[in-house]
């Protein structure tokens, strides 16, 4: 039975259609992520990649196909659906609160309330710095103090925070959009180190990115959708040059795996 739980997907997305009036921006896309897996997600802009991921993460409701989480099929009416199930998705804007220290940030709408006095509750600060501290401890992240506001902190320390956030709740999979995207060269290295920690700690990770370097750098198996449609699902190999040519001839089109299987429209 451990070895057959193994084998299922953390995550599965069967034949996920999404449509927004007469656009069809999901066509019909397979996924599956399995445990302590880095995927990373390519396509060009409209490609779908953004869409897809707000189905798993519950922003968006599919118009047809299932979600599953370990084998049973589950129904997201909002993304606080999807975090009860342990999706997290951190975004390119990180959404931190920036007048609120690192700590606040972690626990930020799961504050720890040590007792209540009526409607009123007081929090238990102590605690929530505490393991804010094991945490960014344990993710090796390079934060002075957890008390320091976020609105000081540079912009490879905010991502940092808000992966730290993501992972805080035992979330199952998290998904990361552009979390590389207008770093210095020094961060950039931080944050791909960081995914190599999450991976390491059991975590399962999906990258949405542009920049092919990053996922050639940590990803075990890319997908490259097209127009909505999977084109590419394969493992990460070969060269830096190869994988930016192969890349690059799904996106616009030279290459399909899927080619038969696509329906003509």
């Known amino acids: 039975m451990e070895r057959s739980a193994e084998r299922t997907p953390v995550v599965e997305l069967r034949d996920i259609k999404k449509y927004f009036g007469a656009v069809r ?3 019909g896309v397979d996924l599956a992520l399995n445990r302590h897996e880095v995927l990373g997600l390519m396509g060009d802009n409209a490609a779908g990649k953004s869409t ?42 990180y959404a931190l609160a920036n007048n609120l220290d690192v700590a606040g940030n972690v626990f930020m709408g799961r504050e720890v309330v040590r007792f209540k006095l ?31 506001k976020v609105e000081r902190l540079s912009g490879g320390q905010r ?14 999979v998290i998904i990361m959009d552009e979390p590389t995207a207008a770093l210095s060269v020094a961060a950039i290295d931080k944050v791909l ?8 700690h059991g975590s399962s990770v999906i990258i949405i990115s542009h920049r092919l370097e990053d996922i050639f750098r940590v990803a075990d198996r890319m997908i490259v959708l097209r127009q909505g449609r999977k084109v590419c699902d394969t493992p990460v190999s070969g060269d830096i040059q190869d994988f930016r040519e192969r890349v690059v001839a799904y996106m616009i089109g030279a290459r399909n795996d899927f080619a038969e299987a696509s329906p003509v429209l």
Not at 159 to 172: E, L, S, Y
Not at 193 to 200: G, T, V
């Open 25 to 27: 921006a999901l066509r």
């Open 52 to 93: 897809l991921m707000k189905v798993l993460s519950g922003a968006y409701i599919p118009s047809e196909g299932g979600i599953f989480i370990e084998g049973q099929e589950v129904h997201f009416a909002s993304p606080m659906d999807a975090r009860r199930m342990g999706i997290e998705m951190v975004y390119q804007d």
């Open 118 to 148: 009526g409607p009123f509750g007081v929090m238990d600060y102590p605690h929530m710095e505490k393991e804010t501290k094991n945490l960014i401890n344990r993710l090796k992240i390079d934060i002075p103090s957890v008390r320091q």
């Open 159 to 172: 991502q940092a925070v808000a992966i730290a956030r993501a992972t805080a709740f035992d979330a199952k």
């Open 193 to 200: 180190d960081l995914i190599n920690q999450l991976r390491e």
